[in-house]
DNA sequence: CATTTAAATTGACCGTGGTCACTTTAGAAG
DNA sequence: CTTCTAAAGTGACCACGGTCAATTTAAATG
């Protein structure tokens, strides 16, 4: 057997080890929920020693990232599957069961506002990743909607796209703890969107 | 003696411990930072067990909150002391230490963060009390500034007031793990102000 | 004084995330 | 088949936040 078909064997069994732990935790998440994940229980169910978790996971955070960058993938599926809305409510409405999963947890929202930081800078991380999907998709948007033309030329699509997504996505919720201020923001928004009207 | 008088005496010695704690946390913080704390350090430099700490503060966070709101009230009183800034920029610079406070530690500003969110709802910390001090301050700045005849009726104060605290004070901070933002934010934000310029 | 009582204090103990020196595995080489 | 080797896996161990039944303190009372 040549070299590579035993990398190939070796990085099946370190392939199966990881999904056999990523199995467990969505079960368990499943279950119990986020907030309730334990290494401990993971490892477990998965049949393998504690160690082995943290050969696989730098820590449990990394695993966090994992699966609710996975789930964050799907939600922006969706979103890009209803195509641009027409109007900044719609663009609220679109984006809201993304935000909803933000927030359903405390732990979540956490793990995701961690990561915003890193998103802006060198540093990626899984859902940094996907807030870049996110920016893009909001940007495609904003190019397109008709209010488009109301912002002042000085503010270009960079600046505006960065605002928005990151304010709609984050911040209120974060300040509110909920996801009401997103009809809040759609007011803001509109404001400053078209500001002559 | 009456009842009164025990009561007295009681609580000097509950002051005295707590005071021994506070000192001693205060003492590892100078010497290693916020993110070094350790509960097990502040009850060995305190000379008391490990149990009375948990007697006076309800968790470890308990006590940074106590500590880091503290400082921000410091902080306030200087910003306070120094009047009514002229300009959007000369705002972003009186909020400047404050700011570089709040995100001179990650630990420090992931504490700031989570209180961020009481402070708009009914859960109030002492973070959050002095979030609304903030607040109340960059009120009065809005209503005496000459940019603030620019913006449109239907925003009033409240909104506007809770939507440049709370950006200027955390979102762009946050999304950027730095104080750079500031800088951008105060572009925006004059954009904002002033839409007709 | 001695006794009582409620608050303050103690420290052994626990749960959970994370480490690391050692063991096992499985393909490569002879 | 045997030996070698590097990656994968193991589990005892540690760090640190937090708990709680038992103990000490100190003022009130007789």
Not at 74 to 80: F, G, P, W
Not at 108 to 124: E, M, Y
Not at 152 to 163: I, K, R, T, Y
């Amino acid at each position: 057997m040549p070299k590579q078909a035993m990398a190939r064997a070796i990085q099946q069994r370190t392939l199966k080890t990881r999904a056999k732990l990523l199995d467990a935790a969505n079960a368990v998440i499943t279950e119990n929920g986020y907030e309730a994940l334990r290494v401990e229980e993971v490892v477990l169910r998965a049949g393998v020693a504690k160690g082995t978790f943290f050969a696989h996971f730098k820590d449990k955070d990394a695993l966090m990232d994992q699966l609710i960058g996975a789930e964050i993938d799907r939600h922006l599926d969706m979103i890009e599957a209803q195509g641009v809305p027409e109007t900044i409510d719609g663009m609220a409405a679109a984006l809201m069961p993304l935000v909803k999963f933000m927030s359903c947890e405390r732990y979540v929202f956490d793990v995701i506002l961690r990561h915003s930081g890193a998103a802006a800078n060198a540093g990626i991380g899984p859902i940094a990743t996907t807030f870049g999907r996110q920016a893009e998709v909001t940007a495609t948007w904003l190019a397109d909607m008709p209010f488009r033309r109301d912002i002042s030329p000085d503010l270009q699509a960079e600046g505006v796209q960065a605002f928005v997504v990151q304010a709609i996505s984050l911040v209120f919720c974060a300040l509110h703890n909920s996801v009401d201020p997103q009809e809040r923001l759609a007011i803001y928004l509109r404001a400053w969107l078209t500001p002559n009207a």
